[in-house]
Structures are given as C-alpha cells and as structure tokens.
C-alpha cells in the first residue's frame, strides 16, 4: 500500500467520524427552515452560526476564552500534581489508603459544583474559588486512576526489577509509576472533560468573564443564538483538548496500544 | 515451604534437598502444581523458606540479589523500555559507565540474534524475541545463576525448539549455573545436565537423573536411542505423579 493511499484512507475515515454530527446538524436547520422548530423555542443552525462568527470576528470572545482557560488549567494542573501523589500513596500504604478511601468515595457522588457557594465563603468570590472547584473535581478521577493503576502492578514485573538490582526505594520510579501511566492517563483524560464541565457552572456564579459567564449573560438578555454560539464553541474547544491531548499520548507513549 | 494460615496453610514444598554444583544445567519437571516454581522463586530469594535455607557458596540467601538472574514465562520486560534500554536495565541500576553498558548491550543482542531490533518496544516483537529480550536482559547482569521459569512455555513449537537449542549453545560458552523449570520432558531431558523430577502434594523431589551422554550444537540428539530412554523414563516418572494426583 501506498503512503499517499494511506492518507487519504485515513482522510475517510475522519471524514466518517464527523459525518453523524454533520447529520445533526443538518437536520437542526432542517426543522428550523421549515418551521417544524419555531424561532421561540430555538434559534436556527445558521442563526448561531452567524452569531459565533461575529463572537469570533469582533475578538470579543478571546479575553473570555483566556480566562476560562486560565481557571480550568490552574484547577486541572493542581488536580494532576495532587491526584497522581495522593494515588500512588494510597496504593503504596495501607494507613494512607484507609484514611481517604471513605473520603473519595464520599467526595466522588458530590455535584462539585454545588459546593461553590461554600468554597466562596472560604476562599472569596474571586478566581481561587473557582480554581479550587474545578481541581477538587478534577482530582477525584485522577486519585482513582492512579491508586488502581499503582496497585495492580504486575508482581512480575516488581520481582523482575528486584533480581536486576533496584532497591525498594526506587521501584516506585522504575516500574510502579511506568506501568501506571496507561491508567493515569486515562484517568486525566477524563479530568479534562469535567474540567470544562465544572469551569462552566463556576463561572454562572460571580464572575465578570469567563465562557460560562457569557453563556449566563447572553441566556439572561434573551439572546440566544449567541449563548447557543458559545455552547457550540466550548463543544468545539472541548473537543479539541481532548484529540490534542490523546495525539501527545500516543507520540509519547508509543510503548503501550491504545485501545482508542 | 507453606502458604496461609492455621487450617488453610497449603504445604506447598516438603524436605527438598538439592545441591547443584557450578556450571550445571539442572532441569525441573513435574506435574503442574508440584511446587517446581516455587522451589525456582525460593532460591531467587522472592518466598522466605518457612524452614530450612537456601545456601549460595555457604551463604545463606536473604533476598534476590544480582547474582542470581530469572527470566520468567512472560512479563520479564518492562514494557515502557525499548530493547536496549530493557537489555541495559540491570546495568543501569548497577551504575556501570554509558560506553560500557553500550557496548554489552551490542554483545548481547548480538548474542540473542536481535540486531536491528534495538530500538522497538516488547509489544512490537514476537513472543520469541521478547523471550530473546529477556534472556539478554537477564545474562547482561552476568549472575552466575541463570533461574529460567517455564521461559518457553508460551511459544509455538519451532520456536521453543530453535530457543532450546541457542539457550544450550549459551550456557556451553559461559560459566552459568542453569535452574531450569518446565512441565516439557522433552525440554527438561534435552536441556538438562541433570534432571530433577518432582512429585507433589506435598511436592517434593521424586528422583534425580543424570544425562549419561552429551548433546552438541546443532545435534539431532531425536535420533539418540539414549535420549529416546531418558526421556521415556522421565515421562513414565512424572505420568505417575500425574495419574496419582488424579485420584
């Protein structure tokens, strides 16, 4: 097979990846061309469009974009530093393990943000409550990803490492933490989707900019094709984080087969 | 040697006594279940011996230490590691020099007939090669004991064959000591100095037999009427052990 045909096959096979949203779409300005979905209960396909397209060309939704992204980076990148330590301790000792297991799973069912306005009284209204939401609910996967990850080391593997000399002190590095890294990255991965997810109802409570302030502004003045337009745009960009982030992991990790 | 507790404790091991002298090839055969890894995990220092010793040169042995390696069945590889650097591991962790360990991981690659393969993951092999890998792995460290559990128990019949044969021509230009562990007769005869039969429940050594005659490279040693007996012996040994755990 020629490089070139492989290129287009894999062109096909993109394409037929986004064919069923193509369709979706399609159909939503169908029922709007025709009347079968009124104008008052929800604007057409090419109405939002027109909308993202101006949010777009006016620059108006850069500065909002950059503070989201500030906010769900800073909670998501305290989430992966805390939640792969806490992880590997828990599977590591068992003290560690019995204190937070109850914790977690307490913490796991929580809408995390229905603790906003509590993180607000500790924390102020300004972005570190918003920051400590979105890393408290980013962590709880990552904990989890890592604990089973570390945990079901391959014993094997541990003696393998043991009869080639490495000290129990540096197994933690030389095999428990590499062979859970398929897990962890799985369990980030997840973190980044509720990154977005909680950024989002964060920033409908107190903020001044942000992607989900502008979706609360625009629903409030009734505009909403334009707060369709930001949904559609945070779809979009969530999206793009997520091929982004699985693209790095298959180049950095070409040692493991990835299932997706 | 036992595991668990109170009336769950299984005697997994009972009176084994065994010397092995330098630069033997000790086969261990027997029914699965007769405690053969076991006996391979206590000498590596893995198990503690619920009672008795395992003495290295009248030294008792308290741990896995690098002077005894161990390939096992599978997952000897660390599969985040490419071929050289899963060869150069133990090197590595020794703290021997970046020229010097460059230069052993040539050797034994060659040694193993992997060149070209340095750079690839143990996914992107064959599970000969990775069995190859480990090998190399295992011998870079140069231990003076080789421990080999079931190494070829998961490959295709030409494989094990071709690996058997080069494992030989191995050990033959080296100074290892080989335990090596197998639920294969003919592997156990073809391979072994000395060939040690077990018996279980508990398991214990049934009889040890000396291989009166040697195989060469690259020998059909089939076609020996000595092998032909050996091995005939070996397996009506072990099929009793199988037949009486039955009942």
């Not at chain 2, 294969?184 to 000396?210: F, H, N, Q, W, Y």
Request: aromatic share 8%; glycine share 10%.
């Amino acid at each position: 097979m020629t490089g070139a045909r492989r290129g287009w096959q894999a062109t096909g096979r993109n394409m037929l990846r986004i064919l069923p949203v193509l369709i979706v779409l399609a159909l939503w300005q169908f029922a709007s061309a025709t009347g079968v979905l009124p104008k008052s209960l929800m604007p057409s396909l090419f109405e939002v469009g027109r909308a993202l397209a101006g949010l777009i060309a006016s620059g108006e939704i850069v500065p909002h974009t950059l503070a989201s992204l500030g906010r769900a980076g800073a909670g998501f990148f305290v989430a992966v530093v805390f939640g792969i330590a806490i992880g590997v301790l828990m599977a590591r000792m068992h003290s560690v393990q019995l204190a937070l297991e109850p914790i977690l799973g307490l913490i796991y069912p929580v809408p995390k943000p229905a603790l906003i306005p509590l993180f607000m009284v500790w924390l102020g209204i300004g972005n570190f409550s918003k920051i400590a939401v979105i890393a408290l609910a980013c962590l709880v996967p990552i904990v989890i990803a890592t604990f089973n990850g570390a945990r079901s080391v391959d014993p094997m593997l541990l003696w393998s490492a043991r009869a080639r000399g490495t000290s129990e002190r540096r197994l933690l590095w030389r095999v428990v933490l590499p062979s859970a890294l398929p897990q962890i990255a799985a369990g980030v991965r997840t973190a980044i989707a509720i990154a977005v997810i909680v950024l989002v109802s964060s920033e409908f409570i107190s903020s001044e900019a942000g992607l989900g302030f502008l979706i609360f502004s625009y629903g409030g003045v009734g505009a909403e094709d334009a707060m369709l337009a930001v949904v559609l745009y945070l779809a979009v960009l969530g999206y793009a984080l997520d091929r982004l982030y699985v693209a790095g992991l298959r180049k950095a990790m070409a040692w493991h087969a990835f299932a997706h | 040697m036992r595991y668990g507790e109170g009336s769950d404790a299984v005697t997994a091991l009972e009176s084994i006594r065994l010397s092995v002298e330098a630069h033997e090839f000790i086969s261990i055969v027997g029914p699965s279940g007769c405690g053969k890894s076991t006996l391979l995990y206590l000498v590596g220092g893995f198990l503690q011996p619920t009672t008795g010793e395992i003495r290295l040169r009248d030294r008792p042995v308290s741990g896995p230490g690098r002077d005894r390696g161990i390939v096992f069945q599978r997952y000897s590889l660390f599969p985040w590691l490419t071929v050289q650097d899963n060869i150069a591991y133990g090197l590595r962790e020794m703290g021997v020099p970046r020229n010097e360990r460059e230069r052993i991981v040539a050797d034994h690659v060659r040694l193993v007939h992997l060149e070209g393969c340095e750079r690839r993951y143990p996914r992107e092999l064959s599970g000969g090669m990775q069995q190859r890998v480990a090998i190399a792995q295992t011998l870079a460290c140069n231990p003076e004991i080789l421990l080999m559990d079931e190494p070829f128990g998961a490959l295709d019949a030409q494989t094990r064959r071709i690996l058997q044969d080069e494992l030989r021509r191995i050990w033959r230009r080296g100074t290892q000591t080989v335990l090596f562990v197998t639920h294969d007769v003919e592997e156990a005869v073809a391979l072994g100095t000395r060939i040690v039969v077990m018996a279980s429940r508990p398991g214990r050594i049934k009889e040890v037999l000396t291989r009166g005659f040697d195989i060469d490279d690259g020998d059909e040693f089939e076609a020996n009427p000595a092998f032909a007996a050996l091995k005939l012996h070996v397996w009506r040994s072990v099929k009793e052990e199988v037949d009486a755990s039955r009942t």
